[in-house]
């Protein structure tokens, strides 16, 4: 994996060697990297900050504009797979929603690329939600349960 960083114009994050340990200063943490591979930052570091479908409009512009170094680190030898990851925050909300047009995930598939989305819970962000009046009517105009 090294020779494919170096091989790359496109910004490496960090590699990892298959059997190396994940967390070397650790004194405790002795899990290892079960493949090799490397991280390349593909949109700016803003990604628990913003929403999903941002990220997919900025990532579709990078993977445009880099398209054939993509395909180029693909074919690498030794390169089993890649995979585009979206780092995104939970919203403090019932429900949390995200599209991904169809468009991206073709030329993803084009390139051989997998998609994967990360939800990070100990980044939570929180959305004010203005009371629903017509809820609360209903909750107090509902007759009790007996």
Known sequence: MEACAK??????????????????ASKLL????????????????HGLDA????LVRCAQKVI???????????????????RLDFGISELDVA???????HEFL?????LKIDLEISIYHAF?????????KSLKRTRQSAAPLS
């Open 106 to 110: 073709l030329e993803l598939g084009r």
């Open 51 to 54: 929403k999903l479908y941002a």
């Open 7 to 24: 091989a790359t114009t496109l910004p490496v994050e960090y590699v990892y060697q298959r059997g190396k340990l994940i967390y070397p």
């Open 64 to 82: 445009k504009r880099h398209r054939d170094e993509l395909q180029r680190l693909r074919k690498f030898p030794g390169v089993q797979y890649a």
């Open 95 to 101: 429900g949390q929603f995200e599209y991904i047009p």
């Open 124 to 132: 939570r962000r929180t959305k004010k939600i203005a009371p629903n």
């Open 30 to 45: 002795k899990k290892r990297y079960r493949l090799s591979g490397l991280n390349i930052q593909l949109t700016a570091n």
